[in-house]
């Protein structure tokens, strides 16, 4: 086994403990959402009817969107981790905006691990662009869905996953909404471990040195 296959492998592990960690996180995120909701209704709002709390009482839809969106960022991160270990990044245009950005780091994995394209189901990439659509929505829509460009991938998402993802209108930022984007996140970083350490193989590679030019 040569030094760069171990340092994957390695890393592998802490990529699958962290995410199994904040799965622990999300019920503290419950916790707390839950004592909230219940000093809204006791100081004289119990009578809001349930689908319309949420306007009351935003916390659920700041935490579980800020839960969602750091986990796509650390998917991101280890994705270009992973290629920047692997093979050497493309060449990217400064200054790209947006939805372009959001699309970078899948480009880049299917470049430096062209398995990828092949190896991951075709089912989990779907919903590693679901994903990413619910993130973007939150981040560059403020949540609204009804005119978003990617509404019906969320939609779609929603139902093949069995999740309420409409509310009023707006995305519907719900635990079992962060559930299931965790879900993926493990199973689609933790295939791209693999995927590097099988293309890795026996070859030698050389981990660079920090004072390596």
């Given at each position: 086994m040569n030094g760069l296959t171990s340092l994957l492998e390695e890393?592998?592990?802490?990529?699958?403990?962290?995410?199994?960690?904040?799965?622990?996180?999300l019920t503290t995120?419950?916790?707390f959402i839950h004592a909230q909701r219940v000093r809204v209704q006791t100081s004289g709002t119990s009578a809001i009817a349930s689908d319309e709390l949420r306007l009351h009482?935003?916390?659920?839809?700041?935490?579980?969107s800020s839960f969602i969106i750091s986990v796509l960022s650390f998917v991101e991160r280890e994705v270009?981790?992973?290629?920047?270990?692997v093979q050497?990044?493309?060449?990217?245009?400064?200054?790209?905006?947006?939805?372009?950005?959001?699309?970078?780091?899948?480009?880049?994995?299917?470049?430096?691990?062209?398995?990828?394209?092949?190896?991951?189901d075709s089912r989990l990439w779907?919903?590693?662009?679901?994903?990413?659509?619910?993130?973007?929505?939150?981040?560059?829509?403020?949540?609204?869905?009804?005119?978003?460009?990617?509404?019906?991938?969320?939609?779609?998402?929603?139902?093949?996953?069995?999740?309420?993802?409409?509310?009023?209108?707006?995305?519907?930022?719900?635990?079992?909404?962060?559930?299931?984007?965790?879900?993926i996140a493990k199973s689609f970083t933790l295939g791209t471990y693999r995927i590097a350490v099988a293309q890795v193989g026996t070859e030698d590679h050389r981990i660079p040195r920090v004072d390596d030019d």
């Open positions: 890393s592998c592990i802490g990529a699958e403990l962290y995410l199994e960690e904040l799965g622990g996180f995120i419950d916790q009482v935003p916390l659920p839809d700041i935490l579980y270009l981790s992973i290629c920047s270990l050497q990044p493309v060449n990217q245009k400064s200054g790209v905006q947006s939805h372009a950005q959001q699309l970078h780091w899948r480009k880049q994995l299917r470049h430096s691990l062209p398995a990828a394209h092949t190896d991951i779907d919903d590693v662009n679901s994903a990413v659509a619910v993130r973007n929505c939150v981040v560059h829509h403020r949540g609204l869905l009804r005119d978003f460009s990617r509404c019906q991938l969320i939609q779609d998402f929603g139902a093949r996953r069995a999740l309420s993802v409409e509310l009023l209108g707006y995305l519907n930022p719900t635990r079992k909404l962060a559930d299931a984007i965790l879900e």
